[in-house]
């Protein structure tokens, strides 16, 4: 199997996370697919790892992976306090710094 | 040139005196005027040691100056507080502080039923230093602050009672003619400076003499406007019948004997630009002979005494200062008069007080009539600075105004006669204005209402009178016997001896013309006023109704002046909102405008930011491919 369809495989994750991010209302849809991206960026790093025959890659996808545990962590704890505050997980809602 | 330590003291002290009463406030309500009193008269005390000891030196060394600290060092400009005294200071000096002394203790009686004595007094000590330092400056930025400060304090004393919207109107009005003249002698120095380097009077004496006729006509012709303005000459002489709103005292001291004649100084004091300057001196002489003509115009017609005495006091100044543009002979005798006036004039108008303290501040002289009755020393002293103005022989004023009419007789020529024949005239309408004024106080029927009481005034009130209208008799004599105070004054206005000039007419001749045209004026006024209605009669001469306005100068200046000032700042104001603030608003309306469609971007949606971050990404991911491509 040729290499590259995994770099078109997490192209077309990533478009997929990208494009749910922009249309998504729901706090939660957002947050996941923010993760799809996060993960089609650990593939690519990965292919790529494995394109060039060094390790490099392989320690970025770890670092990616702390990183996005960490921002689990801060961006639902952020996601629950709005909800509990507007009864409302809609990113739309949450607009206050247009003021 | 001498240095002396003595002079800062003739300013510190009055200054230290009007500060302190200022800042101490109503604790000093009680002791205040007592204590400004005897400021003065340690000041005057200072300048009679001062004089004994100038007396002492001889020659050059007369002079004695004092380096106070030095004031401005600017490459090569240096200006030093410099004080100057000197043969013509130091007569300044005497008849500043010695009337304005007789003024103090006058006050001290006059001003008892004022709750605001004390500041009276601080603003008559301020006025005090201001004139002294006017007439002790070495240099033309020195006189300068002397210059204003007078100012200042005259339109402080003029507005005294500014409760009163007609005196504070009255003090503005003062203020702001003087700042024409003002204007001038700052104009004055600065051509001086540009000229010559230095505004010291030595110096610009030194550089004088090299000058270019056109710059020493043009300092001159600002040096006059600056007079003109000080010493209420034509054409800005509107000030001075209103500056009357002031306490009697201060027309007096300032009004009558001092301030007013700061123009005269300056003028004397800057004989070697007027004398290089034939020009320059014949804008004086015709300034002072339409000023000592339109003033005693206005006299006849004015029945507030203290607005009488004060166009009478315009038409004196009007002789000096006519004296002062006669070159280098005429210099003594304005200053002879000046010092005669100063004694004759305040004595008159502390007399016009007088009066008024006994008539209820009543001013109308049509309300008097038969006060010698009831005011005998008043009226005494009034009549011997009456006989003294008028110049009757032995009295101050005929030694003073018969020189200076002498003197315009002899410039030669057409000039001579036309001035001789100006300077006569005034002293027959001077005669006639005189004469109705002590006609219509003193002599007669009485006039006055039920209600007032006149009394004579008290011993503080009438000493002062008394000792000046001993000047008004003795200072003519003693400044002229001898030639006295022309050989004192020698050194300071006449260093180069002018040949005499043939004398177009002998003194004698002179005198007994100049008595004869005050005999027309005295006989026509007592004919004229044998019974006097109590309401100004209307159906008179144009020429009355013309004397009764200030000859039309209010109306003049009203109409050329200030309703075209008006207008200009009117269309100012417009195009100040027009134009400017639209500049500035249009500046402000194109901004908002555009950040209005800027702020459309941001919607608050973070979907919306999302997008245009990855439309951004996608952007510089292009670009940099098409870079690297």
């Keep these: 199997m040729d290499i590259a369809n995994y770099i078109y495989l997490s192209v077309l994750l990533f478009t997929i996370g990208a494009i749910g991010v922009v249309i998504r209302r ?3 849809v957002v947050f996941m697919c923010i993760e799809l991206m996060l993960n089609a960026a650990n593939l690519a790093f990965v292919t790529f790892s494995r394109i060039h025959g060094n390790l490099s890659g392989q320690v970025a996808s770890f670092f990616t992976m702390v990183v996005a545990a960490c921002e689990v962590v801060v961006g639902l704890a952020i996601i629950v306090t709005i909800y509990r505050s507007r009864r409302s997980a809609s990113v739309d809602d949450a607009s206050l710094l247009k003021r | 040139m001498t240095t002396s330590t003595n002079l800062v003291y003739l300013i510190a002290l009055p ?10 406030g109503r604790i000093a309500d009680k002791w205040g005027h007592i204590f400004a009193t005897l400021i003065s008269g340690s000041v005057f005390v200072i300048g009679v040691a001062e004089f004994f000891a100038m007396q002492g030196r001889d020659g050059e060394a007369r002079a004695a100056t004092q380096k106070v600290f030095e004031w401005i060092s600017v490459g090569t400009f240096q200006v030093d507080a410099s004080l100057l005294l000197d043969q013509l200071s130091i007569c300044f000096v005497l008849l500043i502080s010695g009337v304005g002394t007789l003024i103090h203790i006058y006050s001290i009686a006059y001003m008892s039923h004022d709750h605001d004595r004390r500041r009276f007094f601080a603003y008559l000590n301020l006025f005090i230093a201001a004139m002294l330092l006017l007439v002790l400056g070495d240099s033309y930025l020195n006189l300068y602050v002397g210059w204003e400060g007078v100012g200042l304090a005259s339109y402080l004393l003029i507005g005294f009672w500014n409760q009163k919207p007609a005196y504070a109107t009255a003090a503005k009005k003062a203020f702001v003619a003087n700042r024409v003249g003002d204007l001038g002698l700052s104009l004055a120095i600065m051509i001086a400076f540009t000229q010559f380097g230095t505004v010291t009077f030595a110096g610009v004496k030194e550089g004088a003499s090299g000058a270019s006729a056109g710059a020493l006509t043009a300092i001159g012709a600002m040096l006059l406007l600056a007079a003109a303005g000080k010493s209420a000459q034509f054409p800005l002489q509107s000030w001075l019948g209103d500056a009357m709103a002031g306490p009697t005292p201060v027309s007096a001291l300032i009004h009558a004997a001092t301030m007013v004649t700061a123009g005269v100084y300056l003028i004397t004091r800057s004989n070697f630009i007027f004398d290089a300057s034939p020009t320059a001196q014949l804008m004086v002489v015709i300034v002072g002979a339409i000023t000592l003509l339109f003033g005693a115009l ?30 280098p002979v005429g210099y003594a005798f304005a200053i002879m008069h000046l010092l005669t006036h100063g004694f004759f004039k305040a004595g008159m108008f502390l007399g016009a007080g007088s009066v008024m303290h006994g008539m209820n501040d009543e001013v109308n002289m049509r309300r008097y009539g038969a006060i010698r009755k009831v005011m005998p020393i008043t009226a005494a002293t009034f009549g011997l600075g009456y006989l003294a103005i008028l110049g009757v022989p032995p009295f101050a004023g005929f030694y003073s105004k018969d020189k200076i009419i002498e003197t315009a007789f002899n410039a030669g020529g057409i000039e001579g006669i036309l001035l001789g024949g100006a300077t006569l005239l005034g002293a ?25 009481h006149p009394h004579e005034s008290p011993i503080l009130m009438w000493a002062p009178m008394a000792i000046l209208a001993i000047g008004s008799v003795t200072s003519g004599f003693l400044l002229n016997s001898g030639s006295a105070l022309v050989n004192w004054l020698q050194p300071v206005v006449n260093e180069h001896h002018e040949h005499h000039s043939e004398e177009f007419l002998p003194p004698l001749v002179v005198s007994t013309m100049a008595l004869v045209f005050v005999a027309i004026g005295v006989a026509f006024a007592v004919l004229k006023y044998r019974t006097v209605p109590l309401i100004a009669p209307l159906d008179v001469s144009i020429f009355t109704k013309a004397a009764r306005k200030d000859l039309y100068q209010d109306s003049f200046n009203e109409a050329v002046l200030m309703r075209p000032g008006q207008k200009l700042t009117a269309g100012l104001v417009i195009t100040d909102y027009k134009v400017i603030d639209g500049l500035v608003r249009s500046v402000g309306w194109v901004i908002q405008t555009i950040s209005s469609a800027l702020r459309s971007i941001q919607n608050g949606y973070v979907r ?22």
């Design chain 1, 26 to 28: 729901n706090a939660i």
């Design chain 2, 15 to 24: 200054l230290f005196s009007a500060a302190l009463l200022l800042l101490l």
């Design chain 2, 298 to 327: 206005i006299g006849t017609a004015k029945d507030d005494i203290k607005k009488a005495l004060a166009a009478s006091t315009m038409s004196q100044i009007g002789y000096m200062i006519l004296a002062t543009g006669l070159g």
């Design chain 2, 428 to 452: 027959a309408i001077t005669a006639f204005y005189m004469t109705r004024v002590m006609v219509l106080t003193f002599a007669g029927t009485k006039r006055w209402d039920e209600n007032a």
């Design chain 2, 608 to 629: 919306s930011y999302a997008l245009i971050m990855v439309l951004g990404v996608l952007a510089l991911v292009t670009a940099i491919w098409m870079v690297t491509l």
